[in-house]
């Protein structure tokens, strides 16, 4: 079992910057993919970017092309956080964002295999 809580959303202005965490809770946290999925307003669950569990020259991140070049995931398992760190932001960036727990990392961007979530967090760019 898998417990996870976002936070730091917020409202930025266009080119500004944010970092959201996802605080997790549970013993087998740092044995999961975790991913940032984000849902704008009247549309789809899209994902954003995933992160596998290993922590050496192993580790893969993934992105949507949408955000690549911008965002960057990464996690501490110390801490059992996953951050994402979102600069150059854009109005379409704006959604709720959510941070999942996935055992298998071949899904790591099918919104529907993920195992856990949490509560979501919102994030409002201003033009």
């Known amino acids: 079992q898998v417990q996870l809580v976002e936070s730091g959303g917020g409202l930025v202005q266009a080119g500004g910057s944010l970092r959201l965490s996802c605080a997790g809770a549970g013993r087998t946290f740092s044995l999961y993919t975790m991913g940032w999925f984000r849902q704008p307003p009247g549309k789809e669950r899209e994902f954003v970017a995933a992160i596998t569990w290993r922590v050496d020259s192993l580790q893969r991140t993934y992105y949507a092309d949408s955000v690549k070049g911008r965002f960057t995931i990464s996690r501490d398992n110390a801490k059992n956080t996953v951050y994402l760190q979102m600069n150059s932001l854009k109005p379409e960036d704006t959604a709720f964002y959510y941070c999942?727990?996935?055992?298998?990392?071949?899904?790591?961007?099918?919104?529907?295999?993920?195992?856990?979530w949490g509560q979501g967090t919102q994030v409002t760019v201003s033009s």
């Open positions: 999942a727990a996935v055992r298998n990392p071949t899904y790591y961007s099918d919104f529907q295999k993920y195992d856990y």
